[in-house]
T-cell receptor
Framework: LAKTTQPISMDSYEGQEVNITCSHN???????ITWYQQFPSQGPRFIIQGYKTKVTNEVASLFIPADRKSSTLSLPRVSLSDTAVYYCLVARNTGGFKTIFGAGTRLFVKA | DAGVIQSPRHEVTEMGQEVTLRCKPI?????LFWYRQTMMRGLELLIYFNNNVPIDDSGMPEDRFSAKMPNASFSTLKIQPSEPRDSAVYFCASSFGPREKLFFGSGTQLSVL
């Protein structure tokens, strides 16, 4: 499974756009990139998933360059409630399904 | 749907006791995962099941840990005997299938004294 590397923490202010980049140099052809969000005392929650180019939903956008060795989660106009840990994962269907979480990025949104 | 349901929410026990954590996945989901989260080690995948069959248990720390999924709507994670280093939050998650998003339960906070 491809190892992922993300910044340990990031700070932002309310109303700003936040971009969190994840590197996954060893990503394989059939790997997907998925992001989760975790608040204290809760389980992680799915945000977005993509394979290549750009994916957008009501919460975030995911940008994946052509070589797929990195990806960027974009959170538009963050609020205090977006303070959480964000995990980048690379997952593969290996005859079952194995999802490994890395250390994540702690995002602090300030007023 | 009520989501993934875990019980108990909190468990405090003494070293050497048996601990059983329970999980009810979302109806219709055919993959189930057990994770453990600590400050030092983050989120660790312990074991996952597909169609009630254990696919990969390489994350299970040692023989003291065991997991079962007797049917599509129930799974247990058992620790016997428990040790203080087992103290952590244990999460259960389920998904509809390969590459589908995971839905996590609220977790069980386990404290072994």
């Amino acid at each position: 499974l491809a190892k992922t590397t993300q910044p340990i923490s990031m700070d932002s202010y309310e109303g700003q756009e936040v971009n969190i980049t994840c590197s996954h140099n060893n990503i394989a052809t059939n790997d997907y990139i998925t992001w989760y969000q975790q608040f204290p005392s809760q389980g992680p929650r799915f945000i977005i998933q993509g394979y290549k180019t750009k994916v957008t939903n009501e919460v975030a956008s995911l940008f994946i360059p052509a070589d797929r060795k990195s990806s960027t989660l974009s959170l538009p106009r963050v609020s205090l409630s977006d303070t959480a840990v964000y995990y980048c994962l690379v997952a593969r269907n290996t005859g079952g399904f194995k999802t490994i979480f890395g250390a994540g990025t702690r995002l602090f949104v300030k007023a | 749907d009520a989501g993934v349901i875990q019980s108990p929410r909190h468990e405090v026990t003494e070293m050497g006791q048996e601990v059983t954590l329970r999980c009810k996945p979302i109806s219709g989901h055919n993959s189930l995962f057990w994770y453990r989260q600590t400050m030092m080690r983050g989120l660790e995948l312990l074991i996952y099941f597909n169609n009630n069959v254990p696919i990969d248990d390489s994350g299970m720390p040692e023989d003291r840990f065991s997991a079962k999924m007797p049917n599509a709507s129930f799974s247990t994670l058992k620790i016997q005997p428990s040790e203080p280093r087992d103290s952590a939050v244990y999460f259960c998650a389920s998904s509809f299938g390969p590459r589908e998003k995971l839905f996590f339960g609220s977790g069980t906070q386990l404290s072994v004294l």
